[in-house]
């Protein structure tokens, strides 16, 4: 059964946009750390800290990438989220790539 959840990010400069951003994601997608547990097609609700804009940026989508605690190579665990196909979607999506 899919899970929703509502997770804050804060991405403060480029070099960090540039590790999370996950491009080849149809849509656009950001990888999220979190130890919290997902499961592929939960659906998440991102509010993006984006380095210099004032508000948050409020992101639907869904989790299409998951690396567990304890991957190897010392992988951060988290998830990879999906922009969903809607205007916020659309709009954090655009913001993202001006920067």
């Known amino acids: 059964m899919a899970q929703t959840g509502i997770l804050s990010v804060s991405i403060l400069d480029r ?3 540039y590790k999370t951003y996950m491009s080849f994601i149809e849509g656009g997608g950001l990888f999220v750390p979190s130890n919290k547990q997902f499961q592929l097609g939960d659906e998440v609700f991102l509010l993006l800290t984006l380095m ?7 992101i ?9 605690m304890g991957s190897q190579g010392n992988r951060k ?4 989220v999906q922009f ?4 916020d979607g659309d709009h954090a999506r655009a913001v993202i790539d001006k920067h």
């Open 15 to 17: 070099d960090a946009l």
């Open 52 to 58: 210099d804009l004032e508000e948050r940026l409020p």
């Open 77 to 80: 665990a988290g998830i990879g």
């Open 84 to 87: 969903a196909e809607t205007p």
């Open 60 to 68: 639907p989508g869904k989790v299409v990438w998951i690396t567990p």
